[in-house]
């Protein structure tokens, strides 16, 4: 049987800030929420790393609390069957698997649904919005990029607004020299989305003629999260901003 996990009450990290040290262990276990809708139930913090850990035990694993935009008491959550999740919050039986799910990890019941819906979509954009922008700054600050250089900072925009181009950027850009590297492709192992990013990035920045670079090939393989980040590095790189 299908069962959805209710939360009554989210405490939000840009209100109350995150969960206190001394609260964690067995009898005092955590769901957090990040920013890409997963949810996790976490047992410790390491502070050192600035990062939770859960399935403490069984393998483990980390979440980077700059991901955590809220979380709650596992005492605090319930389980309901499907059919009375229906029922009870009169969620449309034609919804999407995709928006149940996000039904399921963020309902709480102390405010209408769908005020609790935009609280949480716009907290998730503005967690994004911010964490792109420190990256990015991060980047030109490597670089010590020249304001005017709209190259570098189309290049940059690109890189630091995905996480995974952004955890990999010193195989594709040198900073020492201030150009890029050509080669990562034959050197690091892309997904096929992240690999377009890469080559219009070098592509905006000095019109490399890289294979597949074109705008059909490029965009047409991208999710819409990353057509947004590609489209707003063209205008950047164009002064169109």
């Not at 483990?60 to 955590?68: F, H, T």
């Not at 890029?180 to 892309?190: A, Q, S």
Request: with cysteine.
């Amino acid at each position: 049987m299908d069962m959805f996990l209710i939360v009554p009450n989210w405490h939000w990290v840009d209100e109350v800030g995150l969960p206190k040290e001394e609260k964690f262990g067995f009898n005092y276990s955590f769901f957090i929420l990040t920013d890409n809708y997963s949810l996790v139930e976490v047992y410790g913090y390491d502070e050192d790393n600035k990062s939770f850990y859960h399935n403490f035990g069984l393998g483990g694993g980390v979440v980077d609390e700059e991901s955590v935009i809220a979380w709650a008491y596992f005492s605090d959550t319930s389980l309901i069957d499907k059919d009375t999740f229906y029922e009870r919050y009169g969620v449309s039986r034609d919804i999407t698997l995709e928006d149940l799910k996000k039904y399921d990890l963020i309902y709480r019941s102390d405010i209408e649904k769908e005020n609790f819906l935009n609280r949480f979509l716009n907290s998730n954009k503005q967690a994004k919005i911010e964490r792109h922008n420190s990256r990015f700054k991060t980047l030109l600050e490597r670089d010590n990029t020249n304001d005017g250089d709209s190259e570098r900072k189309a290049l940059f925009w690109l890189l630091s607004g995905n996480l995974d181009l952004y955890e990999k950027v010193d195989y594709i850009y040198d900073f020492e020299d201030n150009m890029i590297k050509t080669e990562c492709f034959e050197k690091v192992d892309f997904s096929s989305g992240a690999r377009s990013l890469v080559r219009l990035a070098f592509n905006l920045y000095n019109s490399s003629n890289i294979e597949n670079a074109d705008v059909m090939s490029v965009l047409s393989s991208l999710d819409s999260d990353n057509f947004e980040l590609a489209m707003q590095s063209i205008r950047i790189r164009f002064n169109r901003v």
